[in-house]
Nanobody, 119 residues
Framework: QVQLVESGGGLVQAGGSLRLSCAAS????????MGWFRQAPGKEREFVAA????????LYADSVKGRFTISKDAAKNTVYLQMNSLKPEDTAVYYC????????????WGQGTQVTVSS
């Protein structure tokens, strides 16, 4: 089992920044890849960014490339999403998720944290 707890959401003006945190615990093998997803009202959940826990390779959605940065702190078992130059269209509930190396499906999810960007 893996437990994921997000924090750091809030209300920010367009052009501002926020940093989300995801504290992870549980079976390390199930946390091989850590990802961030988001879901805006009336829209499907979409991929934002991911990081391979061992090695640190990263992947980003085109919509956030150059503005968002995913990183990890192994000592704290925490993954971060630094969000800069925020836009109103970034408004969504942001979820942290994890998966093992043997699957492309994210099996574990956090409860989500709301990010609201005002224009």
């Amino acid at each position: 089992q893996v437990q994921l707890v997000e924090s750091g959401g809030g209300l920010v003006q367009a052009g501002g920044s926020l940093r989300l945190s995801c504290a992870a615990s549980g079976r390390a093998a199930s946390r091989y890849v850590m990802g961030w997803f988001r879901q805006a009202p009336g829209k499907e959940r979409e991929f934002v960014a991911a990081i391979v826990w061992s090695g640190g390779s990263t992947l980003y959605a085109d919509s956030v490339k150059g503005r968002f940065t995913i990183s990890k702190d192994a000592a704290k078992n925490t993954v971060y999403l630094q969000m800069n130059s925020l836009k109103p269209e970034d408004t969504a509930v942001y979820y942290c998720a994890s998966r093992s190396v043997s699957t492309t499906k994210y099996n574990y999810w956090g409860q989500g944290t709301q990010v609201t960007v005002s224009s």
